[in-house]
Structures are given as C-alpha cells and as structure tokens.
C-alpha cells in the first residue's frame, strides 16, 4: 500500500490536510475562549473562569501549530532547499531527524493531553472518585510507556525507515490500541453516568418540561459525538499503522488537531444550553444528604442537585455569572 501512495505524495498531502484542519482550530479555539470568559452576555470575573481549561485549550493550540510549522518546513527543505542535493524519500525516511522525532512527540502530547482530560471529566463526573478512574489510568500509563519507547527508538535507531516500519510496528500499535481502547471507556463511563442522573430524575419525577434532564440529554449527545469524532480518527491510524500504510502521515496529521477540535466543541456547545435551565430551582424538592452521586453506590439515589452539579462542574465547571 506504501508504493501506491509514496511517502513524498503523503507528507504534502499531511501537510494541506493539516493546514485545513489548524484554519478550523483557530475559528474553534476562538468560540472556545468565549464560552470560557463570558456567560450570559457578561464577561465572567477571573475567579470564575476554568483556568484549566483555558491552559488546555491554548496549549493544544500551540502544540498544533508547532507541528505544522516543522512539518512545512520539513517539505520545503527537502522539496526546495534539498532539491537535487538528497533524494526526499530517503530523507523522509530518516525517522532520526529531528523534525520527525518533535512531529512525533507532537502528536503523542496532543493525544495524551485529549486523553488525560478525558480521565479528569470522568473524575469529576465521578464525584473525584479514584476507583472510577483506575483502569483509565492504568491505560493512559501505558499509553504514555509506549510513547516514550517510540521516542527512543526514533532516537537511537541507525537504519532508515518509515514511521510503519517493523521496528516501530509494536510500540505504535499498542499505544494507538490503548488510546482507542481509553477514549471507548472513559466516554461510556461519562454517558452511563449522566444518564443514571436522568433516569432517577425522572423516576423520582422532580424533572420538568425544558428544565435539566433535556439538558443532560444534550450533554450525552455532545459526548458522544466529540467521543466519535476522536476514536474514529485515532481507529483510522491505528489501521493504516498495520496496513503499513503511508496515509498514516495524513491521518496524523489530521488528528493532531482533531483532538482539541473534539475538545473544545464539548465546551462550546455545553455553553450554549439554556442558563435557565441550568439555573432552575427546584421548590418542591428538598435537598437531603442521603441523596447524592456516589460512585458504585447508591446510584439509585440522585437528586436534582446533582444534576444541577453536574451543569456546574462537567465540561467548563459552569459558574452562575
């Protein structure tokens, strides 16, 4: 599959693609920020914007931006300032250069970041519960194992080759099987959690027309979509990984900025569900401590201050302006 898409078509093909898909970071990035210092037309005070979620989303964007900007500069040196002097696929092949070591390290920060907010949004979620988190965890450890390998093995190999090559083939199919594997359960876990909320709010019948459980509807279906939009990106290079195929280049290109894209649009479209919504009291219930989230316990056992914290906390730790 390699001869028929050469590694010279596919690294100027990763590039453009990448180059679209950093234009739509930006726009999204910009709705982003929005949504993380205003709310409800006003600006929010500083005690109230997530800052962390203002360090993730700028940081992904900086990491994007580094790697398209080696990885231009790596095609207009072998295209341009190379040309006649080395032949591109050899150099390509150089996994050892520096510019293809950063790209992937890059790539296995941005994916590693998107999957470590994962585990924090199901921590959270999770009423900080470490059990909830554990195997998550165990899989982002392996995850971040296997980048490292891959990292020195670039480093240290002699020969030339492709990011496919068979030397390499181990280490990046399992961490791209880990962080697939990852992305499924800690979405699932988010899904089943809210979900739980919904179903005994309505069994409890403390639910009314337009008010949270609509909302939490809307919050599953954001995760699960920004949830799809990730694993089948990452599914994708994980198969042409084992296909040896050099679409890999393009595939990764591209996911380098699917990943805050999936991310951010968690944030802003979160934002955009109805404040009064959010907001809305409850008279009739009163809350009790016998009524809340405990992981593994109790599910059955949920109020609509739950709900309510879950608007508060999930995502961008909505603070009422």
């Known amino acids: 599959m390699s001869e028929s898409f050469p590694v010279t078509e596919a690294r ?14 930006v726009v999204n990035f910009g709705f982003c920020l929005h949504a993380l210092f205003h709310h ?37 040196r072998i295209f341009v300032l190379l040309q006649g002097k080395k032949d591109p696929e050899e150099e390509f092949s150089n996994i050892s250069d520096w510019i293809n070591v950063a790209r992937t390290i890059t790539t296995h920060l941005q994916v590693l970041l998107g999957d470590a907010i994962l585990i924090y949004r199901c921590w959270i979620l999770w ?3 470490f059990l909830a988190i554990f195997l998550p965890s165990i899989l982002w450890s392996g995850a971040l194992s296997m980048a490292i390998w891959v990292t020195y093995i670039e480093l240290t190999i002699k020969t030339k ?11 990046i199919t399992t961490f791209w099987a880990l962080t697939i594997t990852l992305n499924i359960l800690t979405t699932t876990l988010l899904v089943y959690a809210i979900w739980i909320v919904e179903v005994n ?29 990730y694993t089948i990106t990452s599914l994708m290079t994980f198969i042409t990984v084992v296909t040896h195929s050099n679409g890999n280049y393009v595939i990764t290109s591209a996911e380098i900025m699917i990943v805050p894209i999936a991310f951010n649009l968690i944030i802003i479209r979160t934002a955009h569900i109805d404040d009064t919504a959010q907001q809305r009291t409850f008279g009739d219930v009163e809350p009790s401590s016998s009524l809340h989230f405990s992981p593994f316990q109790g599910l059955s056992q ?12 999930y995502m961008v730790e909505y603070k009422s302006a």
């Not at 100027?12 to 970071?25: H, M, S």
């Not at 360090?55 to 900007?69: E, H």
């Not at 008010?211 to 509807?217: A, R, Y």
């Not at 709900?307 to 508060?312: E, F």
Request: with cysteine.
């Open 127 to 129: 009423q900080r519960s």
């Open 12 to 25: 100027l093909t990763a590039v453009f693609l990448e180059a679209i898909c950093f234009g739509v970071l």
């Open 40 to 76: 409800g037309g006003q600006s929010r005070r500083f005690s109230e914007v997530n800052w962390l979620m203002v360090l993730v989303t700028t940081s992904s964007l900086i990491i994007g931006a580094f790697n398209l900007s080696i990885g231009f500069y790596h095609n207009l």
């Open 302 to 313: 949920v109020s609509e201050v739950v709900t309510q914290d879950i608007l508060k906390d």
């Open 201 to 229: 709010n309505k069994r409890l019948r403390i639910s009314r027309q337009g008010s949270s459980p609509s909302s939490l509807g809307q919050i599953i279906r954001y995760i699960i979509e920004s949830g799809l939009l």
């Open 161 to 171: 080759l492709l990011i496919s090559g068979q030397v390499l083939m181990p280490a």
